[in-house]
């Protein structure tokens, strides 16, 4: 039998249920108290209201949300690109083809030392609060590696998404149309066993609109789910055709017009903001404001990769997310929690209500405000995922 555990006298509780509490998206409760029963959240309200349980832990006046949903990172890599972060942080600018290096490193690494690599990532991001992770392939971009990518990522994450179509490999760059066709084929026929989710970079230099559509369209008709790396770099046709499909999240959304801003607010597609990709990049801030006040959702996640964001810390990008997008704490805080799960089209993770997961984060700080307010510092003192405390 499971036992339940009360963790009480939390000075301001994020259920991110807006019928709890202020009544503010945040469902932000006071002097509060969450029941865990097994790996479920059983209750959450008032201290003084809480139920008896086996266990009680003291949240000594502290903060208690969600664990964080990061809902797009890139985790399946071997080798390292600090010389280019080096090089363009010395004036050089990002272009999609620095992935090629750690393509070349991928496959040329074996599967213990990958899975060793994801591993130490996802500890990292658990210290930080991270409890629910997206990952994507990428970096091998053969139908053997892609499919070895995915298998490993399965073996710790149900969110895992096939992202063959990241960049079109040198063996290819003379004739795309055939890595197109593979990654439609051969490798999708591959991957579909280990994978949630497909993906493409639609973005000059990676992949057009119309080879974009059919790689996405090739992976619906095999049962899986479309998002999309969507006018990170430019404008481009990568958040229309998103919402085309109902693709669960466009991811980037720095470079929109009206016309795209108006189709994520109507539509069920995430626009999921990257802030450690400007910050590594030094590129244009997506305006996360000009999407909220359109009426869009927004989702805040670290794309963790080698090259362009390598921070596994959600933390960070909330801080970043209100000092350079815009977003009030609040709203980053939603983002980073609720937002992603919503982005992974979940309901039983981001949020702190009766049913869902019991994956929270206790900090060491009366309110979530602190996580854009104390930047840098590491506010995370307790970890519990599924009910069990990891930290």
């Known amino acids: 039998m499971s036992s339940s555990t009360v963790v009480t006298n939390i000075a301001a509780l994020v259920t991110n249920d807006p019928s709890l509490g202020d009544g503010s998206p945040l469902g932000l409760i006071q002097d509060a108290a969450v029941v865990i029963d097994g790996d479920r959240v059983a209750w959450t309200g008032e201290s003084s209201k809480a139920p008896a349980t086996d266990k009680r832990i003291d949240a000594a006046g502290r903060a208690v949300l969600p664990g964080f949903v990061d809902s797009h990172s890139h985790l399946v890599f071997a080798g390292d690109r600090t010389q280019e972060f080096n090089a363009r942080m010395s004036g050089r600018s990002y272009t999609a083809g620095g992935i090629r290096t750690t393509v070349a490193a991928t496959r040329a690494a074996s599967d213990g030392e990958l899975e060793a690599n994801l591993t130490h990532y996802l500890a990292e ?93 090739a992976g619906q008709a095999k049962g899986l789910h479309p998002r999309i790396h969507a006018n990170q770099l430019s404008y481009g046709p990568g958040v229309q055709l998103a919402v085309e ?31 450690g990709a400007e910050f590594s990049t030094r590129a244009e801030w997506p305006d996360a404001r000009r999407l909220l006040d359109a009426g869009a959702t927004v989702a805040l996640s670290t794309d963790c990769n080698p090259g362009s964001s390598f921070t596994s810390s959600v933390p960070f990008c909330i801080a970043l997310a209100v000092r350079d997008m815009r977003m009030t704490p609040d709203e980053a805080v939603w983002s980073a929690t609720a937002g992603g799960a919503v982005a992974l089209r979940r309901t039983d993770i981001g949020r702190l209500t009766p049913g869902a997961y019991a994956d929270l984060i206790l900090l060491d700080a009366p309110s979530h405000v602190h996580l854009a307010y104390r930047p840098g510092v590491p506010l995370v003192s307790g970890v519990w995922r599924r009910g069990q405390r990891m930290l």
Request: with cysteine.
């Open 245 to 275: 499909l109902d693709a669960a999240s466009a991811d980037h959304c720095t470079h929109l017009t009206d016309a795209d801003v108006d189709a994520l607010a109507n539509s069920r597609t995430v626009a999921t903001l990257l802030p």
């Open 125 to 217: 991001a658990l210290r930080q609060g991270t409890t629910t992770f997206e990952t994507k392939s990428g970096y091998g971009l053969t139908v053997e590696d892609e499919s070895r990518a995915l298998r490993i990522a399965a073996r710790h994450t149900d969110e895992v998404t096939y992202l063959g179509a990241h960049i079109v490999p040198p063996d290819h760059a003379h004739d795309p149309a055939a890595y197109v066709a593979l990654v439609t084929g051969e490798m999708l026929d591959a991957c579909v066993p280990h994978a949630r989710w497909i993906d493409v970079f639609c973005e000059k230099g990676a992949f057009d609109g119309d080879q974009a559509r059919a790689i996405l369209t």
